[in-house]
């Protein structure tokens, strides 16, 4: 079964940058997606960014395009989340998922069947 554990968040000033990291373990990934979500105090969760394993393809919400970016470390079976130019409306619960599904479904949480824990990142004004 796949473990996913997320590291990095934390609290930073808007404008400011936080690297998040997402290792897999337990199987290997060739044919998954994993993707980032995050979810605000009241709010739905929400798709940030996802990524085919089988080949890079990778997909981003609107509202982080040009600012948020995601890899992959195939050896180490980790995917990262580069966010940079953070704003305060970006304070959430971040999670990463993986999960095995058509592609062009990979923008919606129910298509995931593994979550991580969660990590806090908070964006102050």
């Known amino acids: 079964q796949v473990q996913l554990v997320e590291s990095g968040g934390g609290l930073v000033q808007a404008g400011g940058s936080l690297r998040l990291s997402c290792a897999a373990s337990g199987r290997t990934f060739s044919s998954y997606v994993m993707g980032w979500f995050r979810q605000a105090p009241g709010k739905e969760r929400e798709f940030v960014v996802a990524?085919?394993?089988?080949?890079?393809?990778?997909s981003y919400a609107d509202s982080v395009k040009g600012r948020f970016s995601i890899s992959r470390d195939n050896a180490k079976n980790t995917v990262y989340l580069q966010m940079n130019s953070l704003k305060p409306e970006d304070t959430a619960v971040y999670y990463c998922?993986?999960?095995?599904?058509?592609?062009?479904?990979?923008?919606?949480?129910?298509?995931?069947?593994?979550w991580g824990q969660g990590t806090q990142v908070t964006v102050s004004s």
């Open positions: 990524i085919s394993w089988n080949d890079g393809s990778t």
């Open positions: 998922a993986a999960g095995f599904m058509p592609i062009a479904t990979m923008t919606s949480r129910w298509g995931y069947n593994h």
